[in-house]
């Protein structure tokens, strides 16, 4: 019984900043990445960022330099702060997990209900 649970999506001005967060809850052992992902209308779902259990980060190629990726390992949270946004950044952004809810258990991908982000020009 794991929830995640996004925030911090709303809309600002190109150029601007926005900063996300997930939180994950409920029966946790271990989280061993943690994504956002996003998706625009009529577009499929892409890789934004992720991040591993020991800190190492991925960027997609359309947010390297303004996109940061990050995580509190003690609250089980992610985020994602957004920088020098763009209007082609707008989307629903998704936290996903890798999650063991014991030692025994395999790992299970978890998803948040998504925030909108929506970047005017």
């Known amino acids: 019984q794991v929830q995640l649970v996004e925030s911090g999506g709303g809309l600002v001005q190109a150029g601007g900043s926005l900063r996300l967060s997930c939180a994950a809850s409920g029966s946790i052992f271990s989280i061993t990445f943690m994504r956002w992902y996003r998706q625009a209308p009529g577009k499929q779902r892409e890789l934004v960022a992720a991040?591993?259990?020991?800190?190492?980060?991925n960027y997609a190629d359309s947010v390297k330099g303004r996109f940061t990726i990050s995580r509190d390992n003690a609250k089980n949270t992610v985020f994602l702060q957004m920088n020098s946004l763009k209007p082609e950044d707008t989307g629903a952004y998704y936290c996903?997990?890798?999650?063991?809810?014991?030692?025994?258990?395999?790992?299970?991908?978890?998803w948040g209900q998504g925030t909108q982000v929506t970047v005017s020009s």
């Open positions: 991040i591993s259990i020991g800190g190492s980060r």
């Open positions: 996903n997990a890798d999650i063991y809810s014991s030692m025994r258990d395999y790992v299970r991908d978890y």
